[in-house]
């Protein structure tokens, strides 16, 4: 099993050169978005604590902050992050930052309940 600690490293960016292209990609689609009425929904999913313990704190910092930027000013957007989400435990993973078929119908059972509550 992927260890925690690899995981993280292999995720780990050295440099950030394509944020804001991507940034620009994502704004872009989340505006033509909302000009045809569509929401969006951003989520993180969860990650066994080994993961998440490791992960690189600037690059989280940075993610945080970009999620906080597309965030700001646009009604058609919700964020929600379960990277921590307490109703994950070891059960639900494959390896450290992957759901097994237990907790991926539980984070599908979430969405879709986070989906139908906001089609209301």
Same mark, same amino acid.
């Given at each position: 099993?992927?260890?925690?600690?690899?995981?993280?490293?292999?995720?780990?960016?050295?440099?950030?050169?394509?944020?804001?292209?991507?940034?620009?990609?994502?704004?872009?689609?989340?505006?033509?978005?909302?000009?045809?009425?569509?929401?969006?929904?951003?989520?993180?999913?969860?990650?066994?604590?080994? &993961?998440?313990?490791?992960? =690189?704190?600037?690059?989280?910092?940075?993610?945080?902050?970009?999620? /906080? @930027?597309?965030?700001? #000013?646009?009604?058609?957007?919700? &964020?929600?992050?379960?990277? =921590?989400?307490?109703?994950?435990?070891?059960?639900?993973?494959?390896? /450290? @930052?992957?759901?097994? #078929?237990?907790?991926?119908?539980?984070?599908?059972?979430?969405?879709?309940?986070?989906?139908?509550?906001?089609?209301?």
């Amino acid at each position: 099993m992927i260890t925690g600690k690899t995981a993280a490293k292999r995720h780990t960016k050295t440099d950030f050169e394509m944020l804001d292209t991507n940034m620009d990609l994502l704004n872009k689609l989340i505006s033509e978005s909302n000009l045809d009425g569509i929401q969006v929904l951003l989520f993180t999913p969860p990650a066994r604590k080994s &993961y998440i313990s490791n992960l =690189n704190k600037h690059q989280l910092s940075v993610m945080r902050s970009s999620i /906080a @930027d597309i965030m700001r #000013g646009k009604t058609n957007v919700e &964020y929600y992050d379960f990277m =921590n989400d307490s109703r994950f435990d070891d059960d639900d993973f494959k390896d /450290a @930052d992957h759901l097994n #078929g237990v907790g991926a119908k539980k984070l599908t059972q979430l969405l879709d309940h986070i989906i139908l509550e906001g089609s209301r």
